[in-house]
Every structure is written in C-alpha cells, then in structure tokens.
C-alpha cells in the first residue's frame, strides 16, 4: 500500500509517543497533531491531546498561560519542538541565523520552546528537512537548550529527533544522538552525508517500520477529518480533506 | 521610559468609533496585543495606521501575528517585544522578518511564559514573577529585565529566572459584547483579562451591545472583564476581520493567504494598505465592494 511522507512521519510519531497520558502540540505542527489524533483512534480515546491553537472548543479556559501553569506542575507528558537549526546536542534555534539581534536570516520566535523543553517530561523534535543547513554543528541561537548542567532544575529533554530521512534516538548520559533507523528509500550514507552533527550509529542500523494498511485506513479517514478542522491547508494538501 | 500614562481613570468612555479609539492611544505608547487567535481590535489596529500613529512598542502576548506585521510595514512600530511574529498557517510574518533583517526594527525576543509571568507580577503589584527553565537559553543573555538567582528558600543550589513586572501603557483589544456599564464579554480569553489588569490604559473595541448589566448575569460574569479596568469602548462590528471572534466568526484564511503573498514587497505592502486599510473595509463593505468577501 502506498503512503505519503506525511502519512509516514504521522505514523513513526505515533509510535515513539507510545504510552503517554496526556500529549500538547503547538501551532504549525499539523504531522505531530495527526500522529496523535491516530494514536487516540487506535487507544479508544487515549492520551489526552490538548491543541494548543485548536479553533474550536480549546482545551483551556484560563487563556494561553494555562498551557504552561499546567507544563509547569508536570501535567504534560508530551511536546513536540522543531528549528530552523538543530544541533548535535538537541539545542535548537528558533530565532535566526547570521548575528543577532538582526541576524541575516529571521525566523518567528522561540514562542513556549525555553520553558516547555524543560517542564514536559519529553520532548520530540520533528523537522521534515534533513540537511547541513538545519542539522548544524552548532546552533547560531540557543532558544532552548537540548539539556542542563547538574544542579539546574529540569523535569524533561529530548527523546528522540524525527526527520524525513531518519530517526535518531538521545542519549542523555553521552549528551548525544544514536541513529536509531533509517526510514524506507533512504540509506545510512544519505544521512551521514546530509546531517552537519557528529553522531553516533551502530553498525548495523534498523529501517524504520512503513504504515500498516489500519494505520493508513484511519489516517485516511477520521484522523483527516479531525485534523482539517484545525490545520485546513494541511488536510486539503496530504488528504484533499476539508472540515 | 519616556512615555508615562497618566493614572487610571474611573469611568469607562464610549467613543464613536474605531478610529476615535486609535486616536486615544498616544505614539510612543507600549501596546499589548493579544495573537491572532485570541481577540484581536483589528478595526482599530487599522485606526492606528490611518492615523499614522509612530514609535510604538508593541509586546506580544505572549506572541503576535498579522495586527504586528501591518504596524511594523506600515511604519508604526519602533520595538517589538514577543515570543514571536508569525501569521501561523499562512507561514512567516513577511514586514517583521524583513524589518528585522534590515536592521530597522528592535526586537526583546521573549518566551511565553516569561511574557505571562512580568505581566501577572505587574496584575499583583509585585516587582517580579519567577519561572522555572529557560536557564541555559540565548535569550537570558540578552534579557536585562530577566534575571537568575539562588532559590532563596532552598538550602541547596539552585538557581531560578525572575521576569521583571511587565507594566503596559495600553492593553488593546477586541469583546465580543459591551455592556452599557462599561463590563466587557472575552469568554474564556482570560489573557485579555491578564493584559487588562497589568496595563495602565486598556482600549476595547466591541461586536455589539448588550443590554443590561453582565455582571449581574451568573451565565456570562465568569467571561467579564469588569468596567474598573476598561478606559474607553468603542462599538467596531465585524472589528476583528480578518481575524476571528470565538464561534461567531471564523479566521479568513484566504485573505491572510492573500496577504501573506502581497505583503512580500514593500510595493505589494503598498498596495494591500490602499486597498484594505485607507479607507476603512468597513466603509467599503457598505459601499458593497466586497472587501470583507
């Protein structure tokens, strides 16, 4: 059965988030959002997925500094942070690069990332785009750092790191990625060729699992209905779904 | 700080309109604006721009998006002060990126919950708010108002981010409903309450009128934000376009799309200016040329 590379990024996120109780995804994070919609409609329901820029019926009523009161006490399992750099010690930069403060390159805004990265009790990084120019030998601009010295207090980190090409597992001790697998039409060499990081990668290295037909069924069907409500564009490009 | 507001008056004033209220709020003001998610007075945010409003400092709470891109393009803003410029699904903010990259705006880059905490400090009266994380983050080395210090209740080490209190000149935004006693209606946006509470001034532009008292109605009083803290009202039906109001109306995604594509040039920024802002859409609508379509 074919699938597209979203279907396939949504489906690898819904594994590595695996038992969690409850998941928060940002804004702009419409595969993160479906790999958790799917992952609902396989548990009857479970984990909880608070939306935080959901349209309709937000899941908050204290306006948007419930998201990290909540984050704060511990009550997020869950969050998902990309970058326009990543490096080698999941440090990401969601700020600009070339100087600051006006770099030669601007992007948004660290939005929650300093805070979040600390208080969820883990954290995937996900970007799609595998290459030198975002997998950097070091940030330009920490906007949250990937971990912290003993002594500082820090309740999560980074699990794993997601992109189109492969899934590289933290290991925290060694402040360092492993590559865990590589996904299917890519290979071990692409990656090494393709990532600006020093990393480590076993000899033999595993390919990451493809969709399974119930999978792409509910991908298909009411996960696209469910995400088209909150991320429209999306929906109509990987699905030709509207709300 | 050069621009001090003078202390908070007690009465809520009903002005004619958006751009009387735009005309209230003095250049050089700090102006909180809540995202685009939220409610945002955009009717007035175009008041500003026709009346050219200059040196204004806006702080995004605790981000900004499409309100902020027109200011910063048309020339309204000196400093932005936010966890970020985006206009969400439309991609990134074009006249904010390349005001930056330009070197023509300043920027306080900031992260949500340190926006949340400086203003709640300043809704206590208290000088500063502390959070966890953000240490080892670039933006505490370029923060002079964030400061890190020893957990003062803890006998082991461990340091901990204070946010100075953020005190706004002027918190502007949209309600759903006003009532004749100056209450406003945001439902559950309660960082609407949060920027009310923290700032000297607090502008409100509103859907519509409703009479009798909210406050005295059970249903809608945990939705009000309460006359004490509203300085001016002013009726903006539609106010938020393109933005959206709670289930009333939704966000116009096309015409955010459209924008996102004509504000990637100064020339084409020119022009959606002429075309959605002087004169007012509004005015347009009633004309019925469509600019609200």
Same mark, same amino acid.
């Given at each position: *059965?074919?699938?597209?590379?979203?279907?396939?990024?949504? @489906?690898?996120? &819904?594994?590595?988030?695996?038992?969690?109780?409850?998941?928060?995804?940002?804004?702009?994070?419409?595969?993160?959002?479906?790999?958790?919609?799917?992952?609902?409609?396989?548990?009857?329901?479970?984990?909880?997925?608070?939306?935080?820029?959901?349209?309709?019926?937000?899941?908050?009523?204290?306006?948007?500094?419930?998201?990290?009161? %909540?984050?704060?006490?511990?009550?997020?399992?869950?969050?998902?942070?990309?970058?326009?750099?990543?490096?080698?010690?999941?440090?990401?930069?969601?700020?600009?690069?070339?100087?600051?403060?006006?770099?030669?390159?601007?992007?948004?805004?660290?939005?929650?990332?300093?805070?979040?990265?600390?208080?969820?009790?883990?954290?995937?990084?996900?970007?799609? $785009?595998?290459?030198?120019?975002?997998?950097?030998?070091?940030?330009?601009?920490? #906007?949250?750092?990937?971990?912290?010295?003993?002594?500082?207090?820090?309740?999560?980190?980074?699990?794993?790191?997601?992109?189109?090409?492969?899934?590289?597992?933290?290991?925290?001790?060694?402040?360092?990625?492993?590559?865990?697998?590589?996904?299917?039409?890519?290979?071990?060499?692409?990656? /090494?060729?393709?990532?600006?990081? $020093?990393?480590?990668?076993?000899?033999?290295?595993?390919?990451?699992?493809?969709?399974?037909?119930?999978?792409? &069924?509910?991908?298909?069907?009411?996960?696209?209905?469910?995400?088209?409500?909150?991320?429209?564009?999306?929906?109509?490009?990987?699905?030709?779904? #509207?709300? | 700080?050069?621009?001090?507001?003078?202390?908070?008056?007690?009465?809520?004033?009903?002005?004619?309109?958006?751009?009387?209220?735009?005309?209230? =709020?003095?250049?050089?003001? +700090?102006?909180?604006?809540?995202?685009?998610?939220?409610?945002?007075?955009? $009717?007035?945010?175009?008041?500003? =721009?026709?009346?050219?409003?200059?040196?204004?400092?806006?702080?995004?709470?605790?981000?900004?998006?499409? @309100?902020?891109?027109?200011?910063?393009?048309?020339? +309204?803003?000196?400093?932005?002060?936010? #966890?970020?410029?985006?206009?969400?699904?439309?991609?990134?903010?074009?006249?904010?990126?390349?005001?930056?990259?330009?070197?023509? %705006?300043?920027?306080?880059?900031?992260? +949500?919950?340190?926006?949340?905490?400086?203003?709640? &400090?300043?809704?206590?009266?208290?000088?500063? *708010?502390?959070?966890?994380?953000?240490?080892?983050?670039?933006?505490?080395?370029?923060?002079?108002?964030?400061? !890190?210090?020893?957990?003062?209740?803890?006998?082991?080490?461990?340091?901990?981010?204070?946010?100075?209190? =953020?005190?706004?000149?002027?918190?502007?935004?949209?309600?759903?409903?006003?009532?004749?006693?100056?209450?406003?209606?945001?439902?559950?946006?309660?960082?609407?309450?949060?920027?009310?509470?923290?700032?000297?001034? +607090?502008?409100?532009?509103?859907?519509?009128?409703?009479?009798?008292?909210?406050?005295?109605?059970?249903?809608?009083?945990?939705? !009000?934000?309460?006359?004490?803290?509203?300085?001016?009202?002013?009726?903006?039906?539609?106010?938020?376009?393109?933005?959206?109001?709670?289930?009333?109306?939704?966000?116009?995604?096309?015409?955010?799309?459209?924008?996102?594509?004509?504000?990637?040039? /100064?020339?084409?920024?020119?022009?959606?200016?002429?075309?959605?802002?002087?004169? #007012?859409?509004?005015?347009?609508?009633?004309?019925?040329?469509?600019?609200?379509?």
């Amino acid at each position: *059965m074919s699938w597209t590379t979203e279907e396939f990024l949504a @489906c690898t996120i &819904a594994r590595l988030i695996g038992d969690a109780q409850h998941v928060a995804v940002g804004a702009a994070s419409p595969v993160p959002a479906a790999a958790c919609t799917l992952l609902r409609a396989q548990n009857g329901g479970r984990p909880r997925l608070s939306l935080l820029h959901k349209r309709r019926g937000n899941p908050f009523t204290e306006g948007s500094r419930e998201l990290f009161d %909540l984050a704060g006490q511990g009550r997020i399992d869950v969050f998902f942070l990309g970058g326009a750099q990543i490096d080698g010690e999941a440090n990401i930069n969601l700020v600009g690069t070339g100087g600051y403060p006006n770099s030669e390159a601007r992007f948004p805004g660290s939005f929650g990332s300093a805070f979040l990265y600390f208080a969820a009790r883990r954290t995937i990084l996900y970007r799609e $785009e595998h290459s030198r120019r975002v997998l950097v030998p070091r940030v330009d601009f920490i #906007s949250a750092p990937g971990w912290s010295p003993p002594g500082v207090w820090r309740r999560g980190g980074p699990q794993a790191l997601v992109t189109g090409k492969a899934i590289f597992a933290w290991q925290p001790e060694m402040r360092r990625f492993r590559l865990e697998s590589v996904h299917p039409r890519h290979t071990a060499d692409e990656v /090494r060729e393709h990532t600006g990081f $020093e990393y480590d990668a076993p000899a033999r290295i595993g390919v990451t699992a493809e969709p399974a037909p119930e999978e792409l &069924a509910l991908l298909r069907g009411p996960v696209a209905r469910e995400i088209a409500a909150n991320y429209p564009e999306f929906a109509a490009r990987v699905w030709g779904a #509207s709300a | 700080m050069a621009l001090r507001l003078a202390a908070r008056p007690n009465e809520t004033r009903f002005l004619a309109g958006a751009d009387a209220l735009a005309g209230d =709020i003095p250049d050089g003001a +700090c102006v909180a604006l809540p995202p685009d998610y939220s409610l945002v007075a955009m $009717e007035a945010v175009r008041g500003l =721009i026709r009346r050219r409003a200059r040196n204004l400092k806006l702080l995004g709470v605790p981000v900004l998006g499409f @309100c902020a891109d027109l200011l910063i393009g048309a020339g +309204c803003v000196a400093e932005v002060e936010t #966890s970020a410029v985006s206009l969400g699904e439309a991609g990134a903010a074009p006249r904010f990126t390349d005001a930056i990259e330009r070197g023509e %705006l300043r920027i306080k880059d900031a992260t +949500c919950p340190m926006v949340h905490s400086g203003l709640q &400090a300043a809704e206590k009266g208290v000088p500063f *708010m502390p959070l966890r994380g953000v240490i080892g983050s670039d933006l505490v080395r370029h923060r002079a108002d964030w400061k !890190v210090i020893q957990n003062p209740m803890s006998d082991s080490p461990d340091p901990i981010l204070l946010a100075a209190a =953020i005190e706004p000149d002027v918190a502007l935004f949209h309600a759903r409903f006003a009532d004749r006693a100056g209450n406003v209606w945001i439902g559950r946006r309660r960082e609407l309450a949060t920027i009310a509470h923290a700032a000297r001034r +607090c502008y409100v532009t509103f859907e519509e009128l409703r009479e009798g008292d909210m406050l005295e109605d059970e249903l809608l009083a945990p939705g !009000v934000l309460a006359s004490v803290y509203v300085t001016a009202v002013a009726r903006a039906e539609h106010g938020a376009w393109p933005l959206g109001v709670l289930d009333l109306y939704p966000i116009d995604d096309a015409h955010l799309a459209r924008y996102a594509q004509a504000a990637q040039t /100064r020339q084409g920024f020119a022009r959606y200016l002429e075309d959605f802002v002087f004169p #007012s859409p509004l005015a347009r609508r009633g004309q019925g040329e469509g600019g609200l379509e």
